[in-house]
């Protein structure tokens, strides 16, 4: 599979506890308990945006058919919506951003590593993807955990430069297809590297 093939239809990821899945109007209500909560964005780089304030407004045109991906995170156990993640800034299909929030109410139970961890495997096993890197505030300590236990490597200190729409001290992390995740077998042949499956 290649990037091409997920433009008009995108993954369902499914761990042990989450399904990574594209979102719909139903789940309106519960990204409402979370999407619009401020503590989400101290060190996100910017704050809620209008649809992030209103998640409805999310729904209201139809998502235009790309490349990146932004899937919902469901907690299989509640069925809700209980965060989202990214793949984006796609480059010549090769390299890639990623970013992941998930409620308060939800963080701190490894759901951020779960979720990053598949959407990493998912990347590298399923698409030419060969790179993906996240900036993060240096005092994002979740964020840089979450991150390394992923097999992200710290390349780099950005002193007061501008993450999104905020200047501050920020870490480049990144990871190649050809470094192992953690706990897989070295990648890039026919062995299986996602934590997920499709
Ligand atoms: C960053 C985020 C996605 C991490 O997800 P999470 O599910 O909370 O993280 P995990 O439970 O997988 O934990 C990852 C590591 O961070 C640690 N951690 C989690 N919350 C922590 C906290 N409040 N303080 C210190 N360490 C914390 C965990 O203990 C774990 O490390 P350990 O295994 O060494 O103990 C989540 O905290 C979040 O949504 N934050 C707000 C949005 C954000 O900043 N996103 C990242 C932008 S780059």
Redesign the pocket.
């Known amino acids: 599979m290649t990037l091409a093939d997920y433009v008009n239809e995108k993954p369902t990821i499914v761990t042990e506890r989450l399904r990574l899945r594209p979102m719909n109007p139903e789940d309106i209500p519960s990204l409402m308990e979370w999407m619009p909560d401020k503590?989400?964005?101290?060190?996100?780089?910017k704050g809620p945006s209008k649809a992030e304030k209103d998640p409805s407004l999310m729904f209201e045109k139809p998502e235009r058919p790309a490349k990146s991906f932004h899937l919902g995170i469901e907690e299989t156990s509640s069925g809700k919506v209980i965060?989202d993640i990214w793949v984006y800034l796609i480059e010549n299909d090769r390299m890639a951003s990623v970013?992941?929030?998930?409620?308060?109410s939800?963080?701190?139970?490894?759901?951020?590593?779960?979720?990053?961890g598949a959407m990493t495997g998912f990347c590298f096993e399923h698409t030419e993807l060969k790179r993906l890197a996240?900036?993060?505030?240096v005092r994002?300590?979740?964020?840089?955990?979450?991150?390394?236990?992923c097999g992200y490597t710290r390349e780099g200190l950005v002193r007061q430069g501008k993450m999104v729409s905020t200047w501050c001290d920020y870490y480049i992390y990144g990871i190649l297809s050809s470094d192992p995740l953690p706990g897989t077998e070295v990648r890039d042949g026919s062995e299986g590297a996602a934590e997920g499956r499709i």
Do not use: F
Request: charged residues 20%; glycine residues 12%.
């Open positions: 503590s989400v964005y101290t060190y996100w780089g965060g970013a992941v929030r998930l409620a308060p939800c963080q701190g139970r490894g759901y951020g590593t779960e979720a990053l996240a900036e993060v505030d994002n300590i979740p964020s840089v955990r979450m991150l390394e236990k």
